[in-house]
């Protein structure tokens, strides 16, 4: 048994013994200084006090960051004031597996998650376009995209109703985002939208439209214009001429004609009676393209290709169209199939529940754990493609049961089928995606 024993105690030393360098010179216990600058004390075993760099370092002056073991922006961390054991290294993380805001960096005895010194700042000057400075601690703010948006450039809409603008006048620092105005559509009056404020630190009703003819304004509708279309409102947001659905997505022109760009999004009234309403109506190789207020007959020569849409994005649409009166009425009513939520899947969160709604052709998707309408999120982003399936219950453990996110009780996961297959966590608080290990 004492023969097994010893084996196994070699086997540990040489697996810890392999995560250190240094010198390995002997310890003096009585002053815990080692001769070499940077190296700290190891005790192996009751005999054996032994300086190595700390752990996660190696090199001359114990200065190069083991790149497997921590992240190569860590520092040397201070010296810890009592010895560090071996054998039960505190390794609270490895390389790239802290949140997304963090770094796992070295304690001396081990690792843990710290804040990204890249990320540290005092203003919103601090950080890269389009993001804020965020309070992160008492102590440290840092740099995230402005709330309610993501990606590479911040730009895009996470959580939040693509007709929100993006936010305009971000303050220097944000202490604590308020939701006091509202958290949904719901709470904000008739023809108004909950969106992010200018500020990127609140939130606040937006309207929908600009019934104003005094004072026009632009419409908080992606893609919509400002138009006096002669309705009992003055002024509404409708999508330009040649353009219906949610989003005005669905071209009823050339698929060759490029989406209009209206000067100030605004049109004090339609042409009438417009160029042409078909390529018939154009001479020679023309086609008839919208100039977002009226039409016109355009050259092949003048105008590049029109990129494609978004399948998806159209599928969803066509499913809405009873939401919103189009400018020229549609060619044909398009074919209403059974079990719409049977067919239909929310890409970014297939787990999302759908739920059809009454004596209409169409769908909601509301998020499985809120229990809130994120149909408006369920888009994929521009250019991403949609892969073909994904299971819902890559949240859940082998016995159903729901992943819960290590050290964040706000976090919840979903899974995305946009470009492939993922499983992410979200915090529900601030909206943002965040990392963590999963415990059941």
Not at 2 to 13: A, G, M, Q, R
Not at 303 to 325: C, E, F, V
Not at 347 to 375: K, S
Request: with cysteine; net charge negative; charged share 25%.
């Amino acid at each position: 048994m004492d023969k097994y024993f010893y084996i196994l105690l070699l086997i540990s030393v040489t697996r810890c013994r392999g995560q250190l360098s240094g010198s390995g010179s002997s310890c003096p216990e009585e002053t815990l200084e080692c001769i070499e600058e940077n190296e700290i004390c190891f005790r192996g075993n009751s005999d054996s006090v032994n300086c190595y760099c700390p752990y996660g370092f190696k090199g001359d002056n114990c200065e190069e960051p083991m790149t497997d073991l921590i992240d190569e922006k860590c520092e040397l961390p201070d010296k810890p004031g009592d010895l560090c054991d071996r054998f039960e290294l505190t390794i609270q993380c490895t390389n790239n597996n802290c949140q997304e805001s963090e770094i796992c960096c070295s304690t001396g005895c081990g690792t843990t998650c710290v804040v990204n010194p890249e990320l540290k700042c005092t203003t919103k000057n601090d950080c890269k376009p389009n993001q804020g400075c965020y309070k992160y601690t008492e102590e440290v703010n840092i740099c995230f995209c402005a709330f309610g948006f993501e990606g590479e450039d911040c730009t895009d809409h996470l959580n939040s109703d693509l007709r929100c603008p993006f936010p305009n006048d971000i303050i220097d620092v944000c202490e604590n985002i308020k939701k006091e105005e509202c958290l949904e559509h719901e709470d904000c009056p008739s023809k108004h939208i909950c969106c992010v404020a200018p500020d990127a630190c609140s939130t606040t009703c937006l309207p929908l439209g600009c019934e104003n003819a005094a004072e026009l304004k632009t419409c908080t509708d992606k893609n919509k214009l400002c138009i006096n279309d002669d309705s009992t409102d003055v002024f509404s947001c409708i999508c330009p001429q040649g353009y219906v659905g949610t989003m005005c997505e669905i071209a009823l022109l050339d698929e060759r004609c490029e989406f209009p760009e209206v000067a100030g999004d605004t049109c004090l009234e339609f042409e009438y009676p417009t160029t042409c309403t078909k390529n018939e109506d154009c001479e020679g190789d023309k086609y008839c393209c919208s100039t977002g207020c009226g039409t016109q007959c355009v050259d092949p020569a003048d105008s590049p290709p029109r990129k494609p849409l978004n399948p998806l994005l159209i599928a969803l649409a066509l499913s809405n169209r009873g939401r919103q009166t189009p400018v020229i009425p549609a060619p044909y009513v398009p074919y209403c199939p059974p079990n719409l939520c049977g067919q239909l899947v929310c890409p970014t969160n297939v787990g999302a529940r759908c739920q059809p709604i009454r004596g209409r052709c169409d769908i909601h998707f509301y998020d499985q754990y809120t229990n809130h309408l994120i149909t408006q999120n369920c888009p994929c982003n521009r250019g991403a493609q949609e892969f073909s399936s994904c299971f819902a219950n890559s949240c859940s453990d082998i016995y159903g049961r729901p992943l819960v996110c290590r050290g964040n009780p706000n976090a919840r996961c979903r899974v995305t089928r946009c470009g492939f297959c993922l499983a992410y966590w979200i915090d529900e608080r601030t909206g943002q995606r965040v990392q963590c290990a999963n415990e059941y």
